[in-house]
């Protein structure tokens, strides 16, 4: 079946990198996703990587994929006290006729100033 | 443009009780889902639609009924409240079967004493 797992708290200082990591089990899965959570606010997706990609790059943010090892990770560089948030992991596959989306529990990211 | 709406935001039963959430979207999406996310479990399916008229089980879906009369709505009902359905109850929607972008409301915190 399919599984997503993570860290639950990182604290980081301002202006660090922030490398927040995740692991699933369901080699089939198409895409990989980053969402994040604002206290009192629902997701929002923040980026995506095919699976068939290594790397992505967007602004701030690098995502990582070891395929090998599935092995996801979400760097953010220069942390400023907004991406404080929490961070979920997420795999899709197709089934039946939708995407199956599988979230990890979530990592809580502390941004000290 | 208001996205995912959900009704009512905050929300207290007593066990035994009935209620409804509402959950409206505006962007001709095909596809809904209603979540629960609780500590330490992140985010779980318990029901989705591919369109109006259909609803599917998803991974917890006893003690609940669903209903897509309409495609902009998907209904979420509890028929007799249980403690355990203590919740954040968070509707999203997507407008593609091939990928796992999904648009999230902001969340219906339910209580159930």
């Known amino acids: 079946g399919e599984d997503v797992e993570q860290s639950l708290f990182l604290s980081v200082r301002e202006g660090d990198s922030s490398v927040i990591n995740c692991t699933y089990t369901?080699?089939?899965?198409?895409?990989l996703y980053w969402y994040k959570q604002e206290p009192g606010a629902g997701l929002q997706l923040l980026t995506y990587i095919f699976s068939n990609m290594d790397m992505k790059q967007d602004q701030r943010l690098t995502v990582l994929l070891n395929k090998k090892d599935k092995h996801l990770s979400l760097r953010i560089a220069d942390t400023q006290t907004g991406d404080s948030a929490i961070y979920f992991c997420?795999?899709?596959?197709?089934?039946?006729?939708?995407?199956?989306?599988?979230f990890g529990i979530g990592t809580k990211l502390q941004v000290i100033p | 443009n208001a996205g995912v709406t959900q009704t009512p935001k905050f929300r207290v039963l007593k066990t035994g009780q009935s209620m409804t959430l509402l959950c409206a979207q505006d962007m001709n999406h095909e596809y809904m889902y209603w979540y629960r996310q609780d500590p330490g479990m992140g985010l779980r399916l318990i029901h989705y639609s591919v369109g109006e008229g259909t609803t599917a089980k998803g991974e917890v879906p006893d003690g609940y009924n669903v209903s897509r009369l309409k495609k902009q709505n998907f209904l979420l009902g509890l028929e007799s409240a249980a403690p355990s359905q203590t919740s954040v109850y968070f509707c999203?929607?997507?407008?593609?079967?091939?990928?796992?972008?999904?648009?999230f409301g902001e969340g219906s915190r339910l209580t159930v004493l």
């Open positions: 369901d080699s089939s899965s198409t895409y």
């Open positions: 999203a929607s997507s407008g593609s079967a091939s990928s796992g972008e999904l648009f």
């Open positions: 997420a795999e899709s596959r197709g089934s039946g006729g939708y995407q199956k989306v599988t």
